[in-house]
């Protein structure tokens, strides 16, 4: 069974910076993409970051410039660099991993870290 850990969120003053890390563990035969979502309360959850199996990144207008994604050397670990946080980017962080098959892609969620920031 798949388990996705996540650490590293909490309260932090705007300007101030965070690093979220995310392990997964059991058994995934072919990591497609790695990421991070948020949520806000009363709001969809929303993508952050991605990086592909090949190093490609995407990231939400919103954090570019101020948030870095990376794989760790261990490829089942991502981290996400948050710096210059601003109350808006409060939430509930989720790690993400998309689990490439032969038929439809798995998608597996973390149970979520907090991050605060205030103003």
């Known amino acids: 069974q798949v388990q996705l850990v996540e650490s590293g969120g909490g309260l932090v003053q705007a300007g101030g910076s965070l690093r979220l890390s995310c392990a997964a563990s059991?058994?995934?035969?072919?990591?497609?993409?790695m990421g991070w979502y948020r949520q806000a309360p009363g709001r969809q959850r929303e993508l952050v970051a991605t990086?592909?199996?090949?190093?490609?990144?995407n990231y939400a207008d919103s954090v570019k410039g101020r948030f870095t994604i990376s794989r760790g050397n261990a490829k089942n670990t991502v981290y996400l660099q948050m710096n210059s946080l601003k109350p808006e980017d409060t939430a509930v962080y989720y790690c993400?991993?998309?689990?490439?098959?032969?038929?439809?892609?798995?998608?597996?969620w973390g149970q979520g870290t907090q991050v605060t920031v205030s103003s």
């Open positions: 993400n991993v998309r689990e490439r098959r032969i038929g439809p892609d798995m998608l597996y």
């Open positions: 059991g058994s995934i035969s072919s990591i497609k993409t």
């Open positions: 990086v592909t199996d090949g190093g490609s990144t």
